[in-house]
């Protein structure tokens, strides 16, 4: 399911594609050839991404920067800085990790999943 467009091109390994932000994947589209037509997809998964930074480069002409780590590789995504907000704020949705549910012991204060019974640490049993 597309859940964001780029409305401008995006700069990906020296090439410019649409760019697609998916429920699971970012996807570069580009079609090509002048004759013979040919389609080029890229597609990287989102959950293996593992840290993103943004940036804007250039003197005169500002561009905006996405440098972003995943398990395999590091991807580097240049457009306008209005489309590469756009895209980091899209992207923030899906790395944002909600805070852990935890609960502090009575006896020993130290945390632990809200969830427990009895106390990982001293195994004394948790009151409700």
């Known amino acids: 399911m597309i859940l964001y467009n780029s409305p401008t091109k995006i700069e990906y390994q020296d090439n410019y594609f649409d760019f697609y932000l998916t ?12 004759f013979s037509k040919s389609d080029t997809v890229i597609a990287e998964r989102i959950d ?5 930074k943004y940036e ?35 992207l923030q949705t899906f790395l944002i990790e909600p805070p852990s549910q935890v609960k502090t012991c009575q006896f020993c204060s130290k945390n ?8 990982s640490h001293c195994g004394n049993e948790l009151s409700e």
Not at 58 to 76: E, Y
Not at 112 to 119: G, K, P, S, T
């Open 56 to 90: 804007e480069r250039g003197f005169l002409t500002k561009k905006g920067a996405i440098h972003l780590v995943t398990s395999r590789k590091t991807l580097d995504i240049t457009s306008s800085i209005e489309t590469i907000k756009a895209i980091y704020q899209q």
């Open 48 to 52: 293996t991404i593992l840290e993103i």
């Open 23 to 34: 429920d699971q994947r970012l996807m570069w589209y580009k079609r090509g050839g002048f």
């Open 112 to 119: 632990m999943d809200v969830e427990a019974r009895f106390c």
